[in-house]
């Protein structure tokens, strides 16, 4: 299960952020969300993550657009069956198709937009009870640590945004970040994320904390 979430969770975090640097409108409210609830005088904690609905919501709307596996894992079917008018027999190999679903304009309006304030007009759930969105799968063989990376990705996004700015490079407009996957079981970003971060708190919260 660690093996499985290392690269994941940074994959997810990395897409999080190319997004968040090539739409600054939502890195803008985030960052007024995180000054509102845990101000500029001292570092975020995890207990501070259930009162920033915003900043989760940016880490659902960056998991539907680019889940890390989009075709999830192979799955072998237990008995015949039909579905989608299609009949799948006893142990044929199913692949869904995830980033597809995510995608699917008949169920999400402007499905290829970066808008975490969808999450606010309706309930979806991100562990495997809402078949619209399943970065994580579903039923018996869902992911064993959706939580766990749920949080550490909420978590990575919260501390880099409060403590920085982030802003494309020099000469690269934010709607020039490179969104160009690189295809295979799991999906990383064809060229890595480039950005500058600007320090936003004050000097004494960069330095290392003692435990």
Known sequence: M????MDTTSISAEWAMAELVKNPRVQKKAQEELDRVVGTDRIMSETDISKLPYLQSIAKEALRLHPPTPLMLPHKANSNVKLGGYDV???????????AI??????????????PERFFEEDVDVKGHDFRLLPFGAGRRVCPGAQLA??????MLGHLLHHFEW????????????????PGMVTYM????????????????YKRVPV
């Open 2 to 5: 660690i093996t499985a979430g």
């Open 89 to 99: 027999p006893k142990g044929g190999i199913v692949h869904v198709n995830v980033w």
């Open 102 to 115: 995510a995608r699917d304009p008949a169920i999400w309006k402007n499905p290829d937009e970066f808008r």
């Open 150 to 155: 749920i949080n550490l990705v909420t978590s």
């Open 167 to 182: 802003t494309p490079p020099a000469g690269v407009k934010p709607e020039e970040v490179d969104l160009t996957e690189n």
């Open 190 to 205: 064809k060229n890595p994320l480039q950005a500058v971060a600007i320090p936003r708190l004050p000097n004494n919260l």
